[in-house]
């Protein structure tokens, strides 16, 4: 670990690992800052998080990055051009398409899909799990029952099957995706819940008189949230190879939009003479899934309550 | 004594877990000001005797008054979390392992819609002998003598009248046991507090208290003045042999303890 650093780094530094902070502000950043420090020490986490933050940029500037149209191609004269053309990095598909621009545009897709499952399912499996562990009785029953019938689908026939109902597209896609990937993190949620509701900690909150959703909200769910995060973090990989697949059976995003999966669909059909058209998405979706599974693991060392214990 | 209506008041209580009666029919009073002790075994039902009065042990029959007024089941209103406060015996456990101190004594605060929180928060910690500088930190970074004064600060930071301690130091070191006993004994003498403590330690106990209770199977088994103990002048054979093992287990730790350490 690098310890040079100029005068005003070194002050900054002391600052936030400061026995004694001084503010909120400053215990909690100092806080944040030594699980930076645990999560820095792991190499393969930060090319992980390294390959999620170039994902975000280029989906935020794909609009200057990409050389060409992801939709208008040059049917007469680009079709179906190799790696390494002129104007063309990646190649063109059959319908003389820039792959590259293609993937760039497909990064938004990708990147909203993975966002929006995380958004709706993570804050209602901690919700779900933390009230049934910590209510226990029949509200548990009631909630972990109905939790059960969705775990025992399989996920992407259930996703397949309501896609089927609502219709393709992207949105669709997502609402059936995080219908089917909240339970997991309900019983998890739970299973840390049962695990504290009899610390002394929150028996001691109790006898202060606070409420039930006071104790759940401010007191049981932040021992959920750190292995809560670990567990969406690794799920995503999941996440973007099912709208793929989705989007590769023809159920998620629809064409011409430049999503991944489709991408990979429309490129079967000449894979043995032209490989690159199907090549180059699987190569994307392979490393964001690599991406979000290191920073997962790296989160998974650094957020560890018995490593922050000590 | 009689004549005053006691603070707190237990008339045949029993709580039972599953059908394990972990309390039979205990009565007991306590006047206002009194330091009350219970000693036992483990699983003597002291600590569930806390426990109960505190709304956390699930009472079957009996009555209990905190000054004259009946608590009913396990639901205690605002009124009662601002009168009795408890100081658990495990203070790794017993605060919050991702809020910071300042959050710890700012919670009670907060419940009960108390202003000016900042102050009082400095108070506490500077009441418990610890400095400003600990405020904003988190329990991890604390001693487990340190804690125990957090648990103690957050205790007496709604400003109650009965303390209910459940083996404060048991989890101490011998040399930090002392400095929280004296910390208890002058918060007591500062604020006329009421306090039940719970111990094993008929030494901790014996210093401490006025009056004590010996609990066996649920049950008390005797009653009588902390200076009777040590005189000796006791009533019951269990009691007794309470004593003599306590007594026994000094000696032998004097004498070998060292080698299993």
Same mark, same amino acid.
């Given at each position: ?30 806080? $944040? !800052? ?17 390959? +999620? ?32 053309? /002129? =104007? ?67 996920? +992407?026939?259930?996703?397949? @099957?309501?896609?089927?109902?609502? *219709? /393709? ?12 990937? #909240? ?7 739970? $299973? ?17 008189? @606070?409420?039930?959703?006071?104790i759940v909200l401010r007191h049981v769910m932040? %021992? ?35 999503? #991944? ?18 090549? %180059? ?30 | ?131 400003? *500088?600990?405020?904003?930190? !988190? ?5 487990? =003598?340190q804690r125990q004064r957090v648990a103690i @600060? ?31 004994e002058q918060v007591r003498a500062e604020r ?15 210093? %401490? ?37 306590? @007594? ?14």
């Amino acid at each position: 670990m690098s310890e040079a650093g100029i005068g005003s780094g070194q002050g900054t530094r002391a600052w936030l690992l400061s026995e004694y902070p001084a503010s909120r502000m400053q215990a909690r950043l100092g806080r $944040a !800052y030594a699980t930076w420090l645990r999560f820095a020490a792991n190499r393969l986490a930060v090319v992980g998080l390294a390959i +999620l933050i170039a994902l975000v940029l280029v989906a935020t500037f794909a609009g200057v990055l990409a050389p060409h149209s992801p939709y208008a191609g040059d049917l007469a004269g680009a079709r179906l051009l190799p790696p390494l053309s /002129p =104007g063309h990095l990646l190649g063109t598909d059959d319908q003389g398409r820039d792959i590259l621009s293609r993937l760039i545009y497909g990064s938004r897709l990708t990147l909203a899909v993975v966002l929006m499952v995380a958004v709706l399912t993570a804050p209602v499996g901690l919700l779900v799990g933390t009230v049934a562990g910590y209510a226990g009785g029949i509200i548990d029953t009631a909630l972990m029952r109905v939790t059960d019938i969705f775990l025992a689908f399989p996920k +992407l026939v259930l996703a397949l @099957a309501l896609v089927a109902a609502l *219709g /393709p597209g992207i949105e669709n896609a997502v609402i059936a995706i995080a219908i089917t990937s #909240w339970p997991p993190y309900a019983r998890m949620a739970r $299973a840390e819940t049962l695990a504290v509701r009899h610390a002394d900690y929150i028996d001691a909150i109790r006898l202060m008189g @606070a409420s039930p959703l006071r104790i759940v909200l401010r007191h049981v769910m932040p %021992m959920c949230l750190s292995s809560l995060i670990v567990r969406v973090t690794l799920d995503m990989a999941g996440i973007i190879l099912i709208a793929a697949g989705l989007g590769f059976l023809g159920l998620g995003a629809q064409p011409p939009a430049p999503e #991944w999966g489709a991408m990979i669909a429309s490129g079967r059909r000449f894979i043995l003479d032209q490989w690159w058209v199907a090549t %180059m998405p699987g190569m994307a979706i392979l490393i964001v899934s690599l991406g979000f599974n290191l920073v997962g693991d790296g989160l998974r060392d650094a957020l560890d309550p018995r490593e922050a214990e000590r | 004594m009689t004549d005053a209506v006691p603070a707190l008041s237990l008339a045949g209580v029993n709580v039972a877990y599953d059908g394990y009666r972990a309390l039979a029919d205990v009565s007991l009073n306590v006047a206002a000001g009194e330091a009350f002790g219970l000693v036992g075994e483990s699983g003597s039902g002291k600590s569930t005797l806390l426990r109960a009065i505190a709304g956390l042990a699930p009472v079957t029959a009996g009555t209990l008054r905190v000054e004259g007024e009946t608590l009913t089941g396990q639901r205690r209103g605002r009124a009662f979390h601002a009168r009795v406060q408890m100081v658990f015996q495990d203070p790794y456990g017993s605060l919050h392992p991702r809020h910071t101190i300042d959050r710890q004594l700012l919670e009670p605060l907060a419940i009960h819609g108390v202003d000016a929180t900042s102050p009082r928060i400095l108070r506490a910690l500077d009441e418990v002998g610890l400095g400003a *500088g600990f405020r904003f930190r !988190y329990p991890h970074q604390l001693s487990g =003598g340190q804690r125990q004064r957090v648990a103690i @600060a957050r205790a007496l930071i709604l400003e109650p009248a009965i303390l209910l301690l459940d083996e404060p130091t048991s989890a101490l070191d011998a040399s930090v046991q002392a400095e929280v006993l004296n910390l208890l004994e002058q918060v007591r003498a500062e604020r006329g507090l009421t306090y039940v403590l719970v111990s094993h330690d008929l030494g901790v106990v014996t210093h %401490m208290c006025d009056r004590l209770a010996v609990m066996h199977g649920g049950r008390i088994v005797e009653e009588l003045p902390a200076d009777d103990l040590v005189a000796g002048r006791i009533g019951t054979d269990y009691t007794r042999k309470l004593m003599v093992a306590s @007594a026994g287990f000094r000696r032998g730790s004097d004498g070998h303890g060292h080698a299993d350490e």
